[in-house]
C-alpha cells in the first residue's frame, strides 16, 4: 500500500532558528515529490517539487533533498520567520496506482514559530 | 494569471440539506481535482474531471458527485448532509497531465453542518 508519513507531526521553535522536517514515503513506482506550505484556512502552497533524478531543490529559504534509494525527502527551512508558521504537506506521485489520482498525501508537519 | 478560485469561501448548513460548491481553474487548465481536509486526516482525494469526464474518484459515498463544465469550471454536490462531512473542501487545478505538473489549490470552501 502506498504510504506518506510525515514526522515531527508537530513542531515549535523560535524565530531565527533553522528546522527540519522529514518525509518518508512507500510509493512505487515513484514519479516525483511535492512539499506544500498550508496556512491556516488557506489552501496549500506548491513550494518545490522534485523528479527521481533531483536531490536537492531550493525556493528561498526553503531548501528539499531526495533520497530515491531510502525514499526520503526533507524541507530544510532556514533562518525562520513568524510567516513560516503552518502546515507542511509532503505529496508523492506514483506514475501508475497510489491514490485515485495518483497522489499520496502525507498528514502534515505543523510548524509554529515563535517570537 | 488568476488562480484558483472557489465559491463560498464559507457556509454552514443542516443535517439533512444538500450543498453546492464551486471551483474555477487556472485559465487553461482542463484538470480539477477536488479534496476532503478535515482536522487529523489530511487530504483524502474525491475526484477528478478532464475535459467534462471524471477521470479519477476516491472512496467516498454517492452522497458526493461532481461535474466539469465545457469552460473547465468545476462543481461538487453533496447530498444528504451529516455532521461529518464538515470539512475544508479544496479544488485543485492542473494542465493535464496527472503526474508531472505542479497542482494548484484553491482557497477552499469551508463547510459546517450543524
Known amino acids: 500500500k502506498n504510504q506518506v508519513e510525515q514526522s515531527p507531526q508537530s513542531l515549535i521553535i523560535l524565530e531565527g532558528k533553522n528546522c527540519t522536517l522529514q518525509?518518508?514515503?512507500?510509493?512505487?513506482?515513484?514519479?516525483?515529490l511535492r512539499w506544500y506550505k498550508q496556512d491556516t484556512g488557506r489552501g496549500p502552497v506548491s513550494l518545490t517539487i522534485?523528479?527521481?533524478?533531483?536531490n536537492t531543490k531550493s525556493n528561498g529559504r526553503y531548501t528539499a533533498t531526495l533520497d530515491a534509494d531510502t525514499k526520503q525527502s526533507s524541507l530544510h527551512i532556514t533562518a525562520s520567520q513568524l510567516s513560516d508558521s503552518a502546515s507542511y504537506i509532503c505529496?508523492?506521485?506514483?506514475?501508475?496506482?497510489?491514490?485515485?489520482?495518483?497522489?499520496?498525501f502525507g498528514k502534515g508537519t505543523h510548524l509554529i514559530i515563535q517570537p | 494569471k488568476a488562480g484558483v478560485t472557489q465559491t463560498p469561501r464559507y457556509l454552514i448548513k443542516t443535517r439533512g440539506q444538500q450543498v453546492t460548491l464551486s471551483c474555477s481553474p487556472i485559465?487553461?487548465?482542463?484538470?480539477v481535482s477536488w479534496y476532503q481536509q478535515t482536522p487529523g486526516q489530511g487530504l483524502q482525494f474525491l475526484f477528478e474531471?478532464?475535459?467534462?469526464?471524471?477521470?479519477n474518484k476516491g472512496n467516498f459515498p454517492g452522497r458526493f458527485s461532481g461535474r466539469q463544465f465545457s469552460n473547465s469550471r468545476s462543481e461538487m454536490n453533496v447530498s444528504t448532509l451529516e455532521l461529518g462531512d464538515s470539512a475544508l473542501y479544496l479544488c485543485?487545478?492542473?494542465?493535464?497531465?496527472?503526474?508531472?505538473?505542479?497542482?494548484?489549490f484553491g482557497e477552499g470552501s469551508w463547510l459546517t453542518v450543524v
Open positions: 518525509c518518508n514515503y512507500t510509493v512505487s513506482p515513484f514519479s516525483n
Open positions: 505529496v508523492v506521485s506514483a506514475r501508475t496506482g497510489g491514490g485515485a489520482d495518483g497522489l499520496t
Open positions: 474531471y478532464f475535459s467534462e469526464t471524471q477521470r
Open positions: 522534485m523528479t527521481f533524478s533531483e
Open positions: 485559465s487553461g487548465h482542463r484538470s
Open positions: 485543485a487545478s492542473r494542465s493535464g497531465d496527472p503526474t508531472g505538473n505542479t497542482i494548484y
